[in-house]
């Protein structure tokens, strides 16, 4: 087929309908700080990991709450929990525990299927 030299970018409309909030609501119930988040950024510019790769908690933040997981669930795993970020959050999220929490929904929903 012939390129036209442009492409259709997918639609970002967020469809709270059909995405799974229920890591979301795992986290909400554990650590109610999450709540309090104002997506500032602070953590991810302190970030260890930030530092080195593209991994940014304010976004994965945005995408549980979003329901939006998959993205989540394959960087989650690049955070090393040496806890920086709960440091400077100005909100004082713990988001030590957030992203504690966040690995292990992923483990239930994939041992059981929740
Ligand atoms: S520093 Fe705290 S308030 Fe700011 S984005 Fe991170 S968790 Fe949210
Ligand atoms: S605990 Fe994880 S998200 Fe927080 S600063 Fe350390 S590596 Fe980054």
Known sequence: MEKFGFTI?????????SND???????????PS??????CGGCSATC???????????E???????GENDQVRQNIRKCMLC??????CPRGVN???IVVLAKQAFQKSDEYAI
């Open 48 to 58: 260890t990991t930030g530092n080195l790769t593209q991994f940014s908690l304010r």
């Open 60 to 66: 994965l933040h945005i995408l549980i709450k979003r």
């Open 9 to 17: 970018s997918k639609g970002r409309q967020i469809d709270y309908e």
């Open 34 to 39: 999450f709540r309090l988040c104002i997506e």
């Open 95 to 97: 988001t030590r525990n």
């Open 83 to 88: 806890g920086k970020c709960t440091l400077v």
């Open 21 to 31: 909030r229920r890591i979301a609501e795992y986290i909400f119930e554990r650590e």
